[in-house]
Nanobody
Framework: QVQLVESGGGLAQPGGSLRLSCAASGRISSRSHYQMGWFRQAPGKEREFVAT????????FYGASVNGRFTILRDNAKNTVYLQMNILKPEDTAVYYC??????????????????WGKGTLVTVDS
C-alpha cells in the first residue's frame, strides 16, 4: 500500500521560511523512476501546481507564483521529497499536498497523471 505522509506545516510570518517533507512508502510506480511534486489548495480556490522534480533531481519546475522563492529537492535513499519555502507571503497560505507518479509537460507547464496523493499539511502565513 502506497502512503505519502507530509510534515513540516505550521504558522510562519511573512518573509519567513518553512520546510515541508513528504515521506513515501510502498511501491509508487511500475517504473523504476517516478516524478514527485507538490500542489496546494487555498480556501475557496482550486488546487494549484507548486513544484515537481524528476527522479534524479536534475530537473525541477515551479508554478509561477512560487518560482524563485520555493525549492524542491528529493532524497531517494530516504524516499522523501522536500519543499523549501522562503520569503513566504500571506497568499501562500494553503493546504499543501504531496504527489507521486505522473509526468510533467514543460511545454504547457502541466504536472498530470498523479498516481498518489498525501493527505496534506496546512501552511499559514500570518503576522
Amino acid at each position: 500500500q502506497v502512503q505519502l505522509v507530509e510534515s513540516g506545516g505550521g504558522l510562519a510570518q511573512p518573509g519567513g521560511s518553512l520546510r515541508l517533507s513528504c515521506a513515501a512508502s510502498g511501491r509508487i510506480s511500475s517504473r523504476s523512476h517516478y516524478q514527485m511534486g507538490w500542489f496546494r489548495q487555498a480556501p475557496g480556490k482550486e488546487r494549484e501546481f507548486v513544484a515537481t522534480i524528476n527522479w534524479s533531481g536534475s530537473s525541477a519546475f515551479y508554478g509561477a507564483s512560487v518560482n524563485g522563492r520555493f525549492t524542491i529537492l528529493r532524497d531517494n535513499a530516504k524516499n522523501t521529497v522536500y519543499l523549501q519555502m522562503n520569503i513566504l507571503k500571506p497568499e501562500d497560505t494553503a493546504v499543501y499536498y504531496c504527489a507521486a507518479g505522473g509526468d510533467y509537460d514543460p511545454v504547457v507547464g502541466d504536472y498530470y497523471g498523479v498516481d498518489y496523493w498525501g493527505k496534506g499539511t496546512l501552511v499559514t502565513v500570518d503576522s
